[in-house]
C-alpha cells in the first residue's frame, strides 16, 4: 500500500481524477506548451512520458492479440482502440518532434551550459550531442578546415555579435490563466500589472509569462 | 523528422484537441467498456445517457450506435442570446467564457470548490482545462461559448446534424440551416472583434491585453499575425524601453540611496 | 540581432550618411581618393555595420570631440517621416528601404529618436490593419460583415496592389502570417465535412 492508497483512504475526495485522465490532460499542455513556446522546455522529470509510452506499449500487444482471434464482436472494440492509440501516438510524435525542430535550430544554444543541457531526455542529449559532432565534421571537411585558424570557430562571440543564436525569449505568446493570477508584465511605455481572472486569455511576453507557467498558475495556448 | 511548423497549434491541432471534449451520448445499442488509455469507457445501455470524448461520439455516430446530445449552447435561443450579447451588451470585448463549475466541497461547507481541480494541494495538484473540461456535454450551460465552440459546432452539425436540429429535451424543433446561419453570424461577429483588436494593438505600450472569451479556432487563425504585430512593437519600442528602464533604475538607485541617509 | 540572419545582415549594409570632424590619415579611398588623407569635412556614405563600429568606438579625443558624426539616411528623412504622420498606407516603404523598420531600428539604437519611435510605432500598426485585409482578401477568406474596414480606399485591385508592392520585409512577413492563418482556417473549414 502505498502513500496514495493510504491518502485515498482518509480523503475520499483525493485523486477523484483518475491517474489515466491526469496523464492525458499534462500529455496534451506539454505538447501544446512546445508547440508554442519560444524556446525548449525541461523535459517532463515526473515519469509521464515514460508511462505513457509503458502504456502504449501494452496497448499495442493488446491490438495484436485481439486481432489473432478476430471475433466480430470484439470488432468494434478494436477500431475505438485502434483509433485512440492512434490519437496518443500523434501526440507524443508531435511532441517530440517539435523538441527535435528547436534542438536541432539552437544546438549549440541548448548544449551550452549545464543547466540548459538539463532540459533535454537522455536520449535528446545523445541526439544533439552526436548530430552536432556530425555536422561540425562535415563543416570541416567540406570548407571550414580551407578557412584560416582563426576563422574556423562556429561558437565566436567577438564583434558583440555571437556565432551561436539563441531563442528570443521575450517573443510574445498567449497563455490561459489556470486560477486568478497577479499577472506583471513588461511593457515598451510602461510595466503592467494587474489581478486577472481564471480563464483570462493574455498576450505577454514569453519572458513575463514563464514563471506563471511554471508555477501551474497559465499554460500556453 | 523534426517538426516544420511555426509556434502554436495549427488548425488541424486545434481540432485534434476539440476531439477530446466530452459530449453527451444516447446509446441505440449496448457496448461493453472498452480498456483504453484514458480509462475504461462507461458501459453504454440504451437509453441512459454518457459522456463520451467528441471522437468516440462520432466513431459510434457513424456506425448508428449511439445519438449525440447537442450542448446547450448550441441551442438557436442559446446562439440568438450570444449574438445578443456579442453586438449589444459588450460590443467591444468577447463573450464570457463558461464559468468553472463550482460546487459544494462536503468536507469543507460553505466553501465553494471548483470541480476539476485536484485536491493533492496547491503544489502537486493539477487543474483540468479545455479541452478535459466539461464544456460540450448536455449538462453544460447555455449562453456561453467555451474554448473549442466552433470545433465542435462544426463537427456535430457535419456529422451529427439530425441530433442537433432534434434539439434539447423540451425544444422545439429547429432547422440544421437556423443554426449554421447563427453559428456564421457569431463568427463574423467575433471576426471582426478579432481585427479591431489589432487596432488596440497600437496602444500595445503596456504589457499586457487580455483576450478573455476567445476561441481556439479565432486564435489559430490570428496567431502568427497578432503575436507579430506585438513582437513588432516591441522591436521597434526596444531603444525607448531600453531608455525608460536606465532612467528608472537611476531613479531607483537615487532613491535608495536617499532611504539609506546618503 | 542574430548572427546568420539575412535580412539582419542585408539592414547592416544599408548605407547611412557620415561626416569625418578630423583628417585621418589612409582613409582616402573611402572617398576615391586614394593615395590622399580623409579630410575632416568629408560626408561619406558608409554601410550601417562600419557606421555603427565607428559611432559605438567613439569615444573622442581629448577635448571630447567625436571623429564621425552621422544622420539619417533619407529613408527616415524628414520627409517621409511627415508623410507618414499625414497617412502611413499612402507611403511605399519598400522604396525607401526594402528593410524600412530593420533601419529604423537600429537608428534609433544609436541615437535617441524619441519622435521617430513613436512615428514608426504607428506607422507599423495603422499599415499591419491594411496588410490583414490584403492578406484575408488573397486568402480567399470572403466575409460578408460591413466592417469598418469597408471604408478603406484600398481595394483589391489597382491602389490594393500598389500597397502591398510597397510592404518592407517586416510587414511581407506579417502579410505571409496572415494569409497562412485565413487560408488554413478556410482549409479547416472545407475539410470538416469530409472526416
Redesign the interface.
Given at each position: 500500500m502505498d502513500i496514495d492508497d493510504i491518502l485515498r483512504e482518509v480523503d475520499p475526495t483525493f485523486h477523484t481524477i483518475p491517474q489515466e485522465k491526469r496523464d492525458l490532460q499534462e500529455l496534451t499542455r506539454a505538447w501544446t506548451a512546445e508547440r508554442s513556446a519560444p524556446e525548449l522546455l525541461p523535459w517532463p522529470t515526473s515519469g509521464l512520458f515514460e508511462r505513457i509510452n509503458d502504456s502504449i506499449k501494452h496497448q499495442i500487444e493488446k491490438v495484436e492479440e485481439m486481432t489473432g482471434d478476430m471475433d466480430p464482436k470484439t470488432n468494434f472494440a478494436l477500431i475505438v482502440i485502434q483509433t485512440e492509440l492512434e490519437r496518443y501516438r500523434y501526440l507524443v510524435r508531435s511532441y517530440l518532434r517539435a523538441r527535435i525542430a528547436k534542438i536541432d535550430r539552437h544546438t549549440l544554444h541548448y548544449l551550452s551550459t549545464d543547466d540548459l543541457r538539463a532540459r533535454l531526455s537522455e536520449m535528446e542529449l545523445a541526439y544533439a550531442t552526436r548530430h552536432q559532432a556530425l555536422l561540425h565534421n562535415h563543416y570541416l571537411s567540406s570548407f571550414l578546415s580551407s578557412f584560416p585558424a582563426g576563422l574556423q570557430n562556429l561558437n565566436d562571440a567577438a564583434g558583440g555579435i555571437s556565432m551561436i543564436e539563441t531563442p528570443d525569449l521575450d517573443a510574445a505568446v498567449f497563455i490561459r490563466l489556470l486560477k486568478d493570477t497577479f499577472v506583471t508584465a513588461r511593457g515598451v511605455d510602461e510595466d503592467d500589472a494587474a489581478n486577472m481572472r481564471e480563464s483570462d486569455i493574455i498576450i505577454l511576453r514569453w519572458s513575463d509569462a514563464k514563471p506563471l507557467v511554471e508555477a501551474g498558475s497559465a499554460e500556453l495556448v | 523528422m523534426a517538426l516544420p511548423l511555426p509556434p502554436g497549434l495549427t488548425h488541424p491541432e486545434v481540432a485534434f484537441l476539440a476531439e477530446m471534449e466530452l459530449v453527451t451520448v444516447v446509446p441505440r445499442q449496448r457496448l461493453e467498456p472498452i480498456d483504453l488509455l484514458g480509462g475504461k469507457t462507461p458501459p453504454l445501455r440504451p437509453p441512459h445517457r454518457t459522456d463520451l470524448p467528441l471522437w468516440l461520439a462520432l466513431l459510434l455516430k457513424k456506425q448508428r450506435r449511439a445519438n449525440i446530445l447537442p450542448p446547450p449552447w448550441l441551442h438557436p435561443a442559446s446562439l440568438a442570446d450570444i449574438i445578443h450579447r456579442e453586438t449589444k451588451v459588450t460590443p467591444e470585448a468577447f463573450s464570457e467564457p463558461p464559468p468553472a463549475p463550482a460546487r459544494a466541497d462536503v468536507s469543507q461547507p460553505g466553501r465553494a470548490r471548483r470541480q476539476g481541480v485536484d485536491q493533492e494541494g496547491d503544489d502537486g495538484g493539477i487543474i483540468m482545462s479545455a479541452p478535459f473540461r466539461p464544456a460540450c456535454t448536455a449538462d453544460a450551460p447555455a449562453g456561453y461559448l467555451p474554448y473549442h465552440w466552433q470545433e465542435v459546432a462544426e463537427a456535430l452539425l457535419a456529422h451529427a446534424g439530425d441530433d442537433v436540429t432534434a434539439g434539447t429535451a423540451g425544444a422545439t424543433v429547429s432547422s440544421a440551416g437556423e443554426v449554421r446561419g447563427l453559428i456564421r453570424d457569431l463568427v463574423e461577429v467575433r471576426a471582426a472583434k478579432m481585427r479591431s483588436s489589432t487596432a488596440q494593438l497600437e496602444g500595445f505600450g503596456a504589457g499586457l491585453m487580455s483576450l478573455r472569451g476567445v476561441g481556439a479556432m479565432e486564435l489559430a487563425e490570428s496567431r502568427g499575425f497578432v503575436l507579430g504585430v506585438v513582437d513588432g512593437v516591441r522591436r521597434i519600442g526596444a531603444s525607448v524601453e531600453g531608455a525608460r528602464r536606465e532612467a528608472e533604475e537611476e531613479r531607483e538607485g537615487e532613491e535608495s540611496d536617499e532611504d539609506m541617509g546618503i | 540581432?542574430?548572427?546568420?540572419d539575412i535580412d539582419s545582415i542585408l539592414t547592416q549594409s544599408e548605407k547611412i550618411p557620415c561626416t569625418f570632424q578630423l583628417d585621418i590619415p589612409d582613409l582616402g579611398y573611402l572617398d576615391n581618393t586614394p593615395t590622399q588623407p580623409l579630410k575632416a569635412g568629408t560626408k561619406v556614405n558608409l554601410p550601417l555595420w562600419l557606421a555603427e563600429m565607428l559611432v559605438i568606438a567613439n569615444s573622442g579625443d581629448a577635448e571630447g570631440k567625436s571623429f564621425v558624426t552621422f544622420d539619417l539616411p533619407p529613408a527616415l528623412g524628414n520627409d517621409v517621416v511627415q508623410a507618414l504622420k499625414a497617412d502611413p498606407r499612402a507611403v511605399p516603404l519598400r522604396d525607401q528601404s526594402p528593410h524600412f523598420?530593420g533601419l529604423?531600428?537600429h537608428m534609433?539604437?544609436l541615437s535617441?529618436?524619441?519622435e521617430m519611435?513613436a512615428v514608426?510605432?504607428?506607422t507599423?500598426?495603422?499599415r499591419?490593419?491594411e496588410v490583414?485585409?490584403h492578406?484575408r482578401k488573397v486568402g480567399g477568406v470572403g466575409?460578408?460583415?460591413k466592417?469598418?474596414?469597408e471604408g478603406s480606399n484600398l481595394g483589391i485591385g489597382g491602389a490594393g496592389e500598389e500597397f502591398l508592392r510597397g510592404l518592407d520585409e517586416?510587414e511581407r512577413?506579417?502579410f505571409r502570417?496572415?494569409h497562412?492563418?485565413?487560408k488554413?482556417?478556410k482549409?479547416?473549414?472545407e475539410?470538416?465535412?469530409k472526416h
Open positions: - | - | 540581432m542574430s548572427y546568420y523598420y529604423g531600428t534609433m539604437d535617441e529618436e524619441q519611435a514608426l510605432r504607428k507599423f500598426v495603422t499591419a490593419a490583414a485585409l492578406a466575409h460578408r460583415g466592417g469598418p474596414e517586416w512577413k506579417l502570417k496572415a497562412d492563418g485565413a488554413s482556417g482549409e479547416w473549414m475539410g470538416v465535412k
